[in-house]
Nanobody, 122 residues
Framework: QVQLVESGGGLVQAGDALRLSCAVS????????MGWFRQAPGKEREFVAA????????LYPDSVKGRFTISRDNAKNTVSLQMNNLKPEDTAVYYC???????????????WGQGTQVTVSS
């Protein structure tokens, strides 16, 4: 059984920064890519960032490029998302996910966390 647990969400003001973390436990996810997604009320789940096992490739959508940074520590089984210069439109529940494919499509990920709320006030 694989468990992904996100932490680090909260209420911040526009322009502030937050760092989300995702701890992976259970069986090894060796070789798995990790991703972050978000979902705002009434909206589809949106891709935020993805990183390969080796961290050799990283992918961001234009909406967060230059503001968000994904990283991973395979020895500690963690993946992080540093979010800078947050905007009200970044408000959402943020999920980490693990999948065999380095991809921006949620359907390509096998394991998901329960999510952590990020709220950015203007």
């Amino acid at each position: 059984q694989v468990q992904l647990v996100e932490s680090g969400g909260g209420l911040v003001q526009a322009g502030d920064a937050l760092r989300l973390s995702c701890a992976v436990s259970g069986r090894s996810l060796g070789g798995y890519a990790m991703g972050w997604f978000r979902q705002a009320p009434g909206k589809e789940r949106e891709f935020v960032a993805a990183i390969t096992w080796s961290a050799g490739r990283i992918l961001y959508p234009d909406s967060v490029k230059g503001r968000f940074t994904i990283s991973r520590d395979n020895a500690k089984n963690t993946v992080s998302l540093q979010m800078n210069n947050l905007k009200p439109e970044d408000t959402a529940v943020y999920y980490c996910a693990a999948g065999r494919s380095y991809d921006g499509r949620a359907s390509m990920y096998d394991y998901w966390g329960q999510g952590t709320q990020v709220t950015v006030s203007s």
